[in-house]
């Protein structure tokens, strides 16, 4: 146990958690977080692989998750970069580490950005989990200078479960 300081908010320690299934994961993301259906319908038609997005009150942090048909990981980070340069936003990624989500080898690359539109700074981590179906892809994010997407990025790397559609 022990519980890490309290971080500005009440109750951070033990935010509740909804999750979002998709066809190939259930992944976690904080129950008080907003879904924006309209906006997600929009963005599927950029990008088809747009499966969830959810982000806080303030929008200053967020979660996005992503299913691609691939399972080439490349493929899949182009396919982000390219829908980001669309939406106006700048990336800067780091090297890929390896990880596991849910017992398979997934890769997790940090990132920082910048919105062309609001000069807004953000931060965060794409995780890409490839199976036989696909790829699940998981991106949390936050405001530049908080760390708040780190903890969600913990709770998202521990409890992300694959698999899926049934």
Not at 14 to 30: D, I, K, Q
Request: hydrophobic content about 35%; overall charge negative; some cysteine.
């Amino acid at each position: 146990g022990g519980g890490g300081g309290g971080g500005g908010g009440g109750g951070d320690g033990n935010t509740a958690m909804a999750t979002f299934r998709g066809n190939l994961g259930a992944v976690p993301y904080p129950a008080n977080f907003v879904t924006n259906p309209a906006g997600l319908a929009n963005l599927k038609q950029v990008a088809p692989f747009y499966a969830f997005t959810a982000m806080d009150v303030g929008q200053t942090t967020g979660i996005d998750v992503f299913e691609f048909n691939t399972n080439d990981p490349d493929q899949c980070m182009s396919a982000l970069m390219a829908f980001g340069g669309q939406v106006g936003n700048h990336y800067t990624l780091g090297e890929p580490q390896n990880i596991q989500i849910g017992g398979q080898q997934a890769r997790s690359y940090l990132f920082q950005g910048q919105s062309q539109a609001t000069g807004a700074r953000f931060q965060g981590v794409i995780v890409l989990v490839p199976s036989q179906r696909g790829t699940l892809g998981v991106d949390v994010w936050g405001a530049a200078g908080s760390s708040d997407w780190n903890k969600l990025q913990q709770a998202v790397v521990a409890q992300t479960r694959l698999g899926g559609g049934q």
